[in-house]
């Protein structure tokens, strides 16, 4: 069957009161998306972390890679040998000749750079890794109301089923409660019709 002659013939407000209790109009356009998916029989479920995938920019891969290198083991490991490094290069092997002597006042405003460029990056990462899990809920929503459709839909035609196959068997019970009531009755004629011939027969033997 056509999807699109499906669609045709089915209602989505009648869909939507029968099935919700709520009137279409009155629901989000996910939903009402989703109804119409479902009338169609259309999937509503995609590869979510794909399509995020394939509209980064360039700024929002930079960002995602530097907060996925900044938060793992290896960079803090690496980092803090650069730091002993820088430090001990500056006190031990250049001594009086450092160009960062102590208090390290080089190190610190590299690090403060670090830091104030580090943190809005991984912020975008952070806000684009919750725009995300808000579009990956958004989804997970939208299947859950079409399965919950489909399970009512499917409890329905049990129903159904079920109210036409007790039809059927009051049906059969009422055609055999007829028969027994036939042969009853036909048994009560036979009957009669004996007990009247035996006075007769005992009359004619009698001398």
């Known amino acids: 069957m056509n999807p699109a002659s499906a669609f045709a013939r089915i209602d989505p407000r009648q869909t939507a009161r029968k099935l919700l209790q709520t009137e279409l109009d009155s629901l ?40 996925a290198v900044g938060g793992s083991w290896p960079f803090i490991i690496g980092f803090l040998v650069l730091l002993f490094a820088w430090m001990g290069y500056n006190t ?8 960062d002597p102590y208090p390290y006042i080089l190190l610190n405003l590299v690090l403060s750079c670090l830091a104030a ?10 806000n684009r890794q919750a725009a995300a ?20 839909q499917v409890h329905e035609k049990l129903n159904a089923l079920r109210e036409r196959d007790w039809a059927v068997l009051v049906e059969l019970q009422n ?33």
């Open 28 to 67: 989000p356009a996910d939903e009402r998306e989703v109804i119409e998916r479902f009338i169609a029989r259309r999937s509503v479920s995609r590869n979510i972390v794909r399509e995020l995938d394939r509209s980064r920019g360039l700024g929002e891969r930079v960002a995602d890679r530097v907060a």
């Open 92 to 99: 031990f092997v250049l001594a009086r000749e450092a160009f």
């Open 133 to 152: 899990d808000r579009l990956g809920a958004q989804h997970d929503y939208e299947v859950n109301v079409k399965s919950e459709l489909e399970i009512m």
């Open 175 to 207: 055609r055999q409660i007829q028969m027994l009531q036939r042969l009853l009755e036909r048994q009560a004629g036979v009957g009669d019709g004996g007990s009247a011939s035996n006075p007769e027969r005992q009359d004619r033997e009698s001398p």
């Open 117 to 126: 460029i580090q943190a809005p990056i991984i912020m975008m990462s952070q």
